[in-house]
């Protein structure tokens, strides 16, 4: 009962102060409620708890107090470190078969903490770009000289204003790294790679064949750039327009839902209750405010768990305070993060169980899910109404520069909840397919000028890629596809049905707008 008038209390706070991110949002460990609110970092740290729920949950479960999940092993992941080399599976198909379009979304890559832990110094960074700091990249400092010259591309306000390199010797709170911008440098690298042979986009692209968006913070932007010039190295920025996306949802102008928020608050709430029944959990926050001489709500409003996870990142050891500082003073311990982590898996596993989240997710992607059918089918009829070779003016080339609290949401709309939690620089790749004609090395059927039938144009096909890896068949829409009796690919269609009506079968609807507004009366 007191748990729960606590929580009215902290909802009715935090709903005056959303604009602002206040400090009883980051208490309750919350997702953003309206679109504009800022990544929340807390999610950054069940990234590096859920790890591969999966694959972990059969050896954790059952031990839950007694052996905490390897905080180092999923921290690593999370952080994801380039310093070697990847496996990625984008560009891969059956022979013969043409790649019409490739939409991407990104998290954007290593980050300065948006928190800092009260009392404590905060992580010593430097945030300029020089390739004789480690990690480095090859394009590193063509990047920098290119970005240079950005004055000459076309920014949507209000990005023209935005820095387009990370340039302060003592890091900024949320500013990309180093590290950030060679994780991306290397992801379009990688897919650069994955597509040259596929002929995706010609050095004489036009400008509406590449489609770039981003939100207005310094480190999408930079990421999403950073990402272009690996792909596209040395790219024409007359030819570049850089659109802005208000919401972290990229919902453009279909961010209105009721119902969505409804949801979300839902989710907070069995969050909130899951959390203050962790009684591991509670004594570890007391333990380290003790340490640290500040209250217990203090410390967990600094949402520690993101700094804590910069100075993994960033080979940091944890912070350390003194006596004379008003608490018991010593250092935070590894034992204390790994108790924050273990509770994340926790709250990952139970957000699965109750399905509000993948709830929420359904009404927060529809808009951008919707988006990448469109042009998906955009791109197929202009290729087979046979304008240009490559659907010339249509968007081949999509780029979302975004952050979790967007690919999370993506991941459970499209029904892979199992996956990993975006770490930095996290990537998911959506690529249209074209099979061959079916006509193909048989003698020409006599068949009327101006005839094209449908048989003859070859089928369309989805994948669906997450950090390098194909998960088409793991998405909702094609879990249950007989890979063996048809096609090795996903028909498009299936996403499209998906898209258009299946998946407000999660929320009892058949559409956007009655899920979020209601049944029409
Ligand atoms: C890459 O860096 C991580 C984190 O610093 C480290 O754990 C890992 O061993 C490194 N891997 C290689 C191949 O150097
Ligand atoms: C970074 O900032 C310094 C000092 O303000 C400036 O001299 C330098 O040109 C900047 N570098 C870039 C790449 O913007
Ligand atoms: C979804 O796409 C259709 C076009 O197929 C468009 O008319 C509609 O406005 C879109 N809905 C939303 C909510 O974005
Ligand atoms: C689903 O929607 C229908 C029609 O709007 C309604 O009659 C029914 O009660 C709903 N079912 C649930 C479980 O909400």
């Given at each position: 009962m007191l748990a729960r008038n606590r929580f009215l209390l902290l909802v009715v706070v935090g709903g005056a102060a959303l604009a602002i991110i206040s400090l009883s949002l980051q208490f309750l460990n919350l997702i953003p409620i309206t679109p504009i609110l800022e990544e929340r970092p807390f999610q950054a740290a069940d990234g590096v708890v859920g790890g591969n729920l999966g694959k972990s949950r059969k050896r954790v479960f059952p031990v839950l107090q007694t052996q905490e999940p390897d905080p180092m092993a999923g921290a690593s992941d999370y952080c994801n470190t380039p310093n070697r080399s990847e496996q990625a599976w984008e560009g891969?198909?059956?022979?013969d078969y043409k790649l019409l379009s490739v939409q991407v979304m990104i998290r954007h890559g290593d980050r300065y903490p948006i928190y800092s832990i009260p009392k404590t110094k905060r992580p010593t960074i430097d945030c300029t770009l020089s390739?004789?700091?480690?990690?480095?990249?090859?394009l590193l400092n063509s990047f920098i000289s290119h970005m240079?010259?950005?004055?000459r591309g076309h920014w949507e306000a209000p990005l023209?204003?935005?820095?387009r390199l990370p340039n302060h010797s003592a890091c900024e709170m949320g500013e990309l790294t180093q590290t950030g911008v060679v994780q991306h440098l290397r992801n379009g690298q990688v897919l650069q790679q994955a597509y040259r042979r596929h002929n995706l986009?010609?050095?004489?692209?036009?400008?509406?064949?590449v489609w770039v968006e981003t939100t207005g913070k310094s480190r999408t932007l930079q990421s999403g750039l950073a990402f272009l010039y690996g792909l596209?190295?040395?790219?024409?920025?007359?030819?570049l327009t850089v659109r802005h996306q208000w919401s972290t949802l990229f919902?453009?102008?279909?961010?209105?839902?009721p119902a969505r928020n409804r949801y979300l608050e839902e989710e907070q709430r069995r969050q909130y209750r899951l959390r203050v029944s962790d009684t591991e959990l509670e004594r570890t926050y007391v333990e380290m405010a003790r340490t640290l001489g500040m209250l217990t709500r203090q410390l967990r409003a600094a949402n520690p768990i993101d700094s804590l996870l910069c100075h993994l990142c960033h080979g940091i050891s944890f912070p350390c305070v003194s006596t004379?500082?008003?608490?018991?003073?010593g250092c935070l311990t590894m034992a204390q993060f790994a108790v924050i982590r273990r509770q994340q898996f926790d709250d990952e596993v139970d957000r699965k169980r109750v399905g509000l989240y993948r709830k929420y997710a359904i009404l927060a992607m529809y808009p951008y899910l919707n988006r990448t059918a469109n042009k998906m089918e955009r791109v197929a009829r202009a290729n087979e109404a046979g304008r240009?070779?490559?659907?010339?003016?249509?968007?081949?080339f999509t780029l979302s520069s975004a952050h979790d609290v967007t690919v999370a949401p993506l991941l459970s709309a499209l029904g892979?909840?199992?996956?990993?939690?975006?770490?930095?620089?996290a990537r998911v790749v959506f690529e249209l397919w074209k099979s061959p004609p079916?006509?193909?090395?048989q003698p020409k059927k006599?068949?009327?000028?101006g005839e094209r039938s449908k048989a003859k144009d070859g089928e369309l096909f989805l994948r669906v890629l997450y950090n390098g890896e194909d998960v088409t068949f793991h998405t909702t829409f094609c879990r249950s596809h007989d890979r063996h009796a048809g096609h090795p690919l996903c028909p498009l269609k299936n996403f499209l049905s998906y898209v258009r009506r299946d998946m407000f079968k999660v929320v009892n609807a058949t559409s956007y707008q009655e899920a979020c507004y209601g049944p029409p009366v």
């Open positions: 891969h198909s059956p022979a390739s004789s700091r480690k990690p480095s990249h090859p240079g010259q950005g004055g023209s204003s935005v820095p986009l010609p050095s004489s692209w036009s400008p509406p064949q596209l190295p040395e790219f024409d920025w007359t030819k919902c453009g102008s279909a961010c209105d839902c004379g500082n008003g608490g018991t003073g240009q070779p490559r659907a010339g003016g249509e968007e081949v892979l909840e199992d996956s990993r939690f975006p770490r930095f620089a079916a006509t193909q090395g006599k068949a009327g000028k």
